[in-house]
């Protein structure tokens, strides 16, 4: 099973600064990984798929970037409604798994 | 409009069984692989099952292998996950998804005495 590991687990920032949040895998994932965004009481919204691909309607302040074991979802400025927590997801490998989630607070 | 529904949610004792039901409208069903996450109180998303377009293929995670069944019949649009021999560990809020791009709202199981 591959493990994602994500850190930090919170990151307190405020509105128009600049989050940058890291997911590493256990092995390689080649470019099967993906970021998802979850509010409270809310189901989690796909955000970025095979590494840098934003899905549809994701604002351009959202973008991911790495390969093999090493990943980041950077929101350039952020807004208030994207303090939320984040999770990767790696989908190279049956059982498909996810990261623990980082807090983006303010 | 693509909804996903999720119904069957409820409170059973240890043990025991459950079906959960997902219903999907505004996109052709049979041309997608579909999932079942849950995600336990206050805690992250955890992948459970796969199954392709046609049944064909299918996945689970080791921590329901043999105790939860992924199903669908495409000529109604729905998604089904049984559920047997249920643990207090297996409540969560269970979400269905298309792929991964839609998911539904969720359904609550909770397994208590």
């Known amino acids: 099973e591959i493990v994602l590991t994500q850190s930090p687990a919170t990151l307190s920032l405020s509105p128009g600064k600049r989050a940058t949040l890291s997911c590493r895998a256990s092995?390689?994932?080649?470019?099967?990984l993906a970021w998802y965004q979850q509010k409270p009481g809310q189901a989690p919204r796909l955000l970025i798929y095979d590494v840098s691909n934003r899905a549809t309607g994701v604002p351009a302040r959202f973008s991911g970037s790495g390969s093999g074991t090493d990943f980041t979802l950077t929101i350039s400025s952020l807004e208030p409604e994207d303090f939320a927590v984040y999770y990767c997801q790696q989908r190279s490998n049956w059982p498909l798994t996810f990261g623990g989630g980082t807090k983006v607070e303010i | 409009e693509v909804q996903l529904v999720e119904s069957g949610g409820g409170l059973v004792q240890p043990g025991g069984s459950l079906r959960l039901s997902c219903a999907a409208s505004g996109f052709t069903f049979s041309d997608y692989g579909m999932n079942w996450v849950r995600q336990a109180p206050g805690k992250g998303l955890e992948w459970l099952t796969h199954?392709?377009?046609?049944?064909?293929?299918?996945y689970y995670a080791d921590s329901v292998k043999g105790r939860f069944t992924i199903s669908r019949d495409n000529a109604k649009n729905s998604l089904f996950l049984q559920m047997n021999n249920l643990r207090d560990e297996d409540t969560a809020v269970y979400y269905c998804t298309r792929e991964w791009d839609y998911w539904g709202q969720g359904s609550l199981v909770t397994v208590s005495s």
């Open positions: 092995q390689s994932v080649s470019r099967y």
């Open positions: 199954i392709n377009s046609i049944s064909s293929n299918i």
